[in-house]
């Protein structure tokens, strides 16, 4: 045993006492908004405890949103965050009653109940805070999981191989299908599906869902190419879903597009976001034109005794895009590039190691054309020298085929069911722009908000976890847009930046507020907070909380 030098003594290592600080965080503003939407009561009336229960399954599932919205980690030890953090006295629930199992009990309780406890929050959400559903934007994404999960419970979303959008393939994963509302791009419904199910094939489940949210009001469901197929569109017109979304090369060829004239074209009144602040010369231009789409129907099966399906005609809102048009010219020159280089590569090594036979050029020339995607126009011709017996290759760029695809450049086409009367083509366009938001919140949802690795005892627990994950996104939109509604007509708050103001995201907006903190009481004395910054001060004034008063007293 090896002994400490001379001078030196052995030092003891103790535990020091727990600071009595705590922090407090976004917690009120959570608390608030969670009273505002009655989570805790929607959630208790779908799913009630005994009387005897220490916490019921809403306060259990508000404090997840809440833990969600304030310590983005994986779903562990809870408990323990839940002593740092003042819990305690803004929800007035004891820490060591969110254990491991009481939180395990709130999920499987809850994952039955999911469908009427979504739609109830989301009319409460909309009711309370004047959202405007008018326009909802649907998009779905993938969760991947750790774990095999080879049995599963029906009737709960059941983790699958598929496609997804994280780029691992090595793991099985769940589908979240999302709609939020063109006010404010808040996530009003939700949904969890199957990991293997098609996007396409969701669609009519979403839109029962949106339609009984939305009640009597006229809803217009916009989406991507997945939300388009025939029979999605037969059954949104049955329902009298008004919808837009943009066709796939399945029902809009590149032949197609490449015989529209742009001077045909009429200007459309819309300018991005990204050029509202550039001179007009810079900004982007977008030209709309009329037209129609047909989806060809199937053919008689006698067999099966199934009659002839008539073609679907289907307004078209063809649109060209002077920024998608310098993007695709610009993608296109890049890529060229690149196989031109690799093709000169392969040229100065001919007879080398890589290259000594004319099949291992070809198979070269073939993989360039693949990975560079340049095989619609990319030419060559791999002989042998009879002289010197070394391979020979000569290529070249077809430039009528370069000049089919560049007539493509900057157009797509818009399907809907909108007559023109309802909405011209213009009125299409700036209606399916606010798509990108619904990819925002998606942002959010893998991001500061997700569950990473998501490792949980079984599917059921899977489809409640990623309702609570949703419903942490649905409060942290809500009081990003509060926050916007409060200050405007101005669009930026000053205090983020040094010298800088900013537009109020849901991420500053937390972000400010998490290094609030709070002196629990001590004896006779209240609990205190420590003066809050300028900025802290004025996010809790926008949004109307008083930090002071907890949760579970008002």
Aim: charged share 25%.
């Amino acid at each position: 045993m090896r002994r400490p030098p001379p001078g030196l003594r052995p030092v003891r290592y103790a535990y020091a006492p727990p600071s009595v600080e705590k922090l407090l965080g976004a917690l009120p503003v959570v608390a608030e908004f969670g009273r505002r939407l009655d989570l805790a009561g929607i959630v208790d009336r779908a799913c009630p405890v005994r009387e005897v229960a220490r916490v019921t399954h809403g306060q259990v599932i508000e404090t997840l949103v809440a833990n969600r919205l304030s310590s983005p980690r994986p779903l562990l030890r809870v408990e323990d965050w839940a002593r740092q953090w003042a819990v305690a006295e803004v929800f007035g629930i004891d820490p060591a009653a969110l254990n491991d199992d009481r939180i395990g009990r709130a999920l499987d309780a809850i994952a039955p109940e999911l469908e009427r406890i979504v739609g109830s929050v989301g009319a409460r959400a909309i009711a309370v805070f004047g959202i405007d559903v008018a326009r909802l934007h649907w998009d779905m994404t993938s969760s991947s999981l750790y774990g095999a999960y080879d049995e599963v419970e029906q009737g709960f979303a059941q983790p699958r191989w598929g496609r997804p959008k994280d780029r691992r393939p090595d793991l099985k994963q769940v589908q979240a299908g999302l709609a939020v509302s063109g006010d404010g791009g808040v996530p009003v419904w939700h949904r969890a599906d199957d990991g293997g199910a098609g996007e396409v094939a969701q669609v009519v489940g979403a839109m029962e869902g949106l339609k009984e949210l939305a009640g009597t009001r006229q809803v217009l469901l916009v989406g991507d190419s997945k939300l388009i197929s025939r029979g999605n569109i037969l059954a949104m017109n049955t329902a009298k879903l008004a919808f837009i979304a943009p066709a796939s090369k399945t029902y809009l060829p590149a032949d197609v597009l490449a015989g529209l004239d742009r001077s045909q074209a009429s200007p459309a009144d819309y300018v991005a976001s990204r050029d509202a602040g550039k001179p007009p010369t810079q900004q982007g231009t977008d030209r709309v034109l009329e037209g129609t789409v047909t989806l060809a129907g199937k053919p008689a099966r006698k067999r099966r005794r199934r009659p002839a399906e008539p073609d679907l005609t289907v307004r078209c809102v063809f649109v060209w895009s002077s920024a998608r048009a310098q993007a695709a010219a610009a993608s296109r020159a890049k890529k060229l590039d690149r196989a031109r280089g690799d093709l000169e590569r392969v040229g100065r090594g001919l007879g080398g190691r890589y290259s000594r036979t004319p099949a291992q050029v070809s198979q070269r020339i073939a993989q360039i054309a693949r990975s560079r995607k340049v095989s619609a126009y990319l030419r060559a011709e791999v002989g042998s020298d009879p002289t010197t017996g070394k391979p020979t290759l000569s290529w070249w760029f077809d430039q009528a085929g370069l000049d089919r695809e560049a007539a493509t450049d900057g157009w797509y086409g818009l399907l809907t069911n909108l007559t023109v009367v309802q909405a011209d083509a213009a009125e299409v366009l700036r209606r399916y722009k606010g798509q990108e938001a619904v990819e925002r919140r998606y942002g959010a949802f893998k991001g500061p908000l997700g569950v990473a690795p998501m490792f949980l005892k079984d599917n059921r627990r899977i489809a409640a976890l990623i309702s609570v994950i949703c419903l942490a996104l649905l409060v942290f939109c809500l009081v990003e847009r509060a926050v916007r509604k409060a200050i405007a007509p101005a669009v930026t708050l000053a205090g983020w930046y040094v010298g800088r103001p900013a537009k109020p995201t849901g991420r500053l907006i937390f972000e400010a507020l998490a290094w609030l903190r709070l002196n629990p009481a001590t004896g006779p004395d209240p609990p205190t907070i420590p003066e809050p910054l300028p900025l802290q001060a004025k996010l809790l004034e926008l949004l109307k909380v008083d930090p002071t008063r907890p949760r579970w007293a008002t």
